[in-house]
């Protein structure tokens, strides 16, 4: 018997009850040697396993890099789109080329490499972003300051009574 459910609904006090149970024909020899096979190949199934997170984890980069190269811009077009420089955008493309040539080998170790030289240059990118940002939102708190300035959109304290 592998699993047995029961269940009593309160209100009719009925009962139900369920029994899986394996019927199996191997004998005890058979099940025994596929135990044994199983131990004997469990170091390559952890490494097949290992190989194929490894892969995942160069898909999954692959594509937050290709979505990230995207919202930084193209830097060649000379728009004032571009958030990043045009030789750390090229970097990080020759490690996205790289990594896209690697990922479906058989070496875990070369992929792993080639994801953190990836993650390492994409860094700079997000540096980059936050650091185009910040300048930015100070270029434009300077032409507010600027405009607040000239005494035209000036606040001022002022007194006053409410008359009833």
């Not at 394996?22 to 004997?40: C, Q």
């Not at 972003?129 to 000036?154: R, V």
């Amino acid at each position: 018997m592998i699993l047995t459910v029961t269940a009593k609904d309160k209100a009719s006090g009925k009962a139900q009850h369920i029994t899986i149970s394996g019927s199996s024909n191997l004998s005890k020899d058979e099940i025994e040697k596929m135990r044994k096979e199983a131990e004997m190949h469990a170091q390559d199934d952890r490494k097949r396993r290992e190989l194929i997170d490894v892969r995942n984890q160069a898909d999954q980069l692959i594509h937050v890099v290709d979505k990230t190269l995207k919202d930084a811009g193209d830097p060649s077009t000379g728009s004032g789109q571009a958030k990043i420089e045009a030789g750390v955008k090229k970097s990080v493309e020759e490690k996205l080329a790289e990594l896209r040539k690697v990922k479906d080998g058989s070496d875990a170790e070369v992929i792993k490499r080639a994801i953190e030289t990836l993650s390492q240059e994409i860094q700079k990118v997000g540096s980059a972003m936050y650091a185009a940002q910040a300048e930015q939102a100070k270029q434009g708190e300077q032409k507010q300051a600027e405009k607040d300035g000239d005494g035209k959109n000036k606040a001022e304290d002022a007194q006053f009574e409410e008359k009833k």
